[in-house]
C-alpha cells in the first residue's frame, strides 16, 4: 500500500516538474478554468437559491389575486365586487387591496405604497423598507414628505422599519393607513386596486378562477401557482441568458484547452519516447497524464466552485448585481440561504473536470503505444 | 560529490496537502449550506406576505410591471404606445410570465 502511494507521490513529482516547465503557460490556463467554473457556477447557485426563495417566501402568497380589466389595462375595482366574489361557490374570504407605486423624483426611485389594514399606524404615519430608509437616508421619527395627488407636500412620520432581513419582498415598501393612502392619491372611495381571495380548497382554486371569470367578464384571476411559476420561469430565463453569454468564452476556453491538452507538441513526444525507452510502462505515462489532467481541473473547480459559493451566499452577490438592477435605484441587501445541489456539482463536474482529463490522457495513451524510436525522433 | 538529503516538502506533497485542504473546505461548505438551510427561519417574512399579500420579490424595482411581474398585464411593456420597444434593462432579461404566454401549438 504504501509502496504504491509512494508510486504515485513519484509520478506526481514528476508530473509537476513537467508542468511547472511552462509556468506561466500552465498557471494561466489553470486561472482562467478556475474563472469559467466560477462564473458557471456563480449563474447555477444565484439562480438556484433566488428560486428556492421565492418559491419558500410566495408559498403563502394569495391563493387567487382579482384584478379587473378596462381595455386591456389594470382598473380598479369597486368595493360591491367583493360582495359579488365572495358569493361564488369555494371562496372562504374576500378583501379589497389598497396599493400603488410612487415616483420620487428627489432620488430617482419607484416605491411600492401599499394599505397595511392590520397595523395600528396613524393617518400622518408609515412605515418603510429598510433599502428605502437606506436610499433616503433616514429614521425613526423623521418626517418623510410625498407629494400628494392634490398638488401640495402630504407629510409623514416614519414610525418604524421594516426588518431588515425581509428586504427581498419589502426594499421598496412604503406602508400607510388606508385613509392615508386614499388621502395622498386622492383614492375614490368603495375602489381598491385589487382583491386577494381565500379559498376553502385550494385545490379547487383554478375551478374557482373560471368561476370568477364567467360571473365578472372585465376580472382577471391570478392564482398562486402562476405567481410561483413567474419566479421559476424567470430564474431559468435568467440562467439561460447568461450561459448564452458565457458560451463564447466557454469555447475560447474549450479550444485554449484542446489545443494545450489534446495537441502534444514534438517536445512532449519526444518526451514520452524516452520514458517509455528508458522503461516506463504505458500504463505509467498515462497515469501521469490523469495526474495532469487531474491536478488541474480538480484544483481550478474546486477554486472556482467555492468563490462561487462564497460570492453568492457570502458576498450578497454583488457581481451580478448590476444584471438584477438595471436602471432600478433601490435595491435589496439580501442573503440568499446556501443550497448546494449534489446533481448540480455533478454537472458542472461533468462539464469542466471531466472533458479536460479526458482531452488530457487521449493523446498521452496515443504517443505511449507509439513505438519508442519513432516517438523520440518525431 | 555529497548527495543532497531529500527535502521534506517534495512538490506532491505540497501539492496534495492543498488539494487536500481545498477538499476539506468543499466539504465544510457542503456541511455549512446543510446546517444553514435547514436552520433558516421564514417565519416573519412568511407573515408579513400573508398580512399585506404580497405577490413578488422586490428585486427589480425599475418598472412596475418588473416590480410586481406576476400582476403585469400584457401591455405593460408597450405601455407608452403600442410599437414601443421595451426600454427597462431587467425587462429585456425576463420573460413573460408563463400564464401570459400563448399557449403552445
Known amino acids: 500500500m504504501r509502496v504504491a502511494f509512494e508510486r504515485q507521490k513519484y509520478l506526481i513529482d514528476y508530473t509537476l516538474a513537467a508542468l511547472l516547465r511552462r509556468k506561466t503557460r500552465n498557471l494561466g490556463l489553470l486561472l482562467v478554468y478556475a474563472l469559467l467554473v466560477f462564473l458557471f457556477a456563480s449563474v447555477l447557485l444565484l439562480s438556484q437559491g433566488l428560486r428556492r426563495e421565492a418559491a419558500a417566501l410566495l408559498q403563502d402568497a394569495p391563493e387567487v389575486i382579482v384584478q379587473r380589466l378596462a381595455a386591456g389595462r389594470h382598473d380598479l375595482l369597486p368595493a360591491d365586487w367583493l360582495d359579488s366574489l365572495r358569493r361564488i361557490r369555494g371562496v372562504s374570504d374576500a378583501r379589497g387591496r389598497l396599493w400603488g407605486y410612487y415616483y420620487d423624483p428627489a432620488v430617482k426611485a419607484n416605491y411600492t405604497v401599499m394599505a397595511a389594514a392590520e397595523r395600528p399606524l396613524a393617518e400622518g404615519e408609515i412605515l418603510i423598507g429598510a433599502a428605502l430608509a437606506r436610499v433616503r437616508a433616514i429614521g425613526v421619527g423623521d418626517v418623510f414628505s410625498l407629494r400628494a395627488a392634490s398638488g401640495p407636500p402630504a407629510l409623514f412620520k416614519v414610525a418604524g422599519i421594516l426588518e431588515p432581513s425581509s428586504e427581498l419582498l419589502s426594499a421598496d415598501l412604503l406602508l400607510l393607513s388606508e385613509s392615508g393612502f386614499r388621502a395622498l392619491f386622492q383614492f375614490p372611495p368603495e375602489r381598491y386596486t385589487d382583491a386577494v381571495l381565500t379559498v376553502s380548497n385550494p385545490r379547487e382554486a383554478s375551478t374557482v378562477a373560471r368561476k370568477i371569470a364567467l360571473a365578472l367578464p372585465s376580472s382577471r384571476p391570478i392564482l398562486r401557482s402562476e405567481m410561483l411559476r413567474t419566479y421559476d420561469a424567470v430564474f431559468d430565463w435568467r440562467e439561460g441568458v447568461t450561459f448564452l453569454a458565457l458560451a463564447a468564452p466557454l469555447l475560447a476556453f474549450a479550444v485554449l484547452a484542446w489545443d494545450k491538452a489534446a495537441g502534444l507538441s514534438a517536445e512532449e513526444k519526444r518526451e514520452i519516447g524516452i520514458l517509455k525507452a528508458i522503461g516506463w510502462e504505458t500504463g505509467d505515462i498515462l497515469r501521469m497524464k490523469l495526474w495532469e489532467g487531474a491536478l488541474l481541473s480538480l484544483t481550478a473547480f474546486l477554486l472556482g466552485y467555492l468563490l462561487a459559493w462564497w460570492q453568492v451566499f457570502h458576498g450578497g452577490a454583488r457581481l451580478f448585481a448590476p444584471i438584477l438592477k438595471g436602471w432600478a435605484v433601490l435595491y435589496p441587501d439580501f442573503r440568499l440561504t446556501p443550497t448546494v445541489d449534489p446533481g448540480q456539482i455533478l454537472i458542472v463536474l461533468a462539464v469542466t473536470v471531466v472533458p479536460y482529463i479526458v482531452a488530457t490522457l487521449v493523446p498521452g495513451w496515443r504517443a505511449a503505444i507509439a513505438d519508442p524510436d519513432a516517438a523520440m525522433r518525431g | ?105
Open chain 2, 1 to 105: 560529490m555529497i548527495a543532497r538529503p531529500p527535502s521534506r516538502f517534495r512538490a506532491s506533497t505540497v501539492t496534495l496537502a492543498a488539494l487536500a485542504a481545498l477538499l476539506a473546505l468543499f466539504g465544510l461548505m457542503l456541511i455549512d449550506s446543510a446546517r444553514r438551510a435547514a436552520l433558516v427561519d421564514r417565519s416573519a417574512d412568511r407573515a408579513l406576505v400573508r398580512e399585506l399579500g404580497l405577490t413578488d420579490l422586490s428585486l427589480l424595482t425599475e418598472a412596475r410591471y418588473t416590480r410586481h411581474l406576476s400582476q403585469a398585464d400584457r401591455h405593460s411593456a408597450f405601455q407608452d404606445h403600442p410599437a414601443a420597444l421595451e426600454h427597462f434593462p431587467s425587462g429585456a432579461l425576463l420573460p413573460p410570465p408563463p400564464h401570459l404566454a400563448p399557449d403552445p401549438r
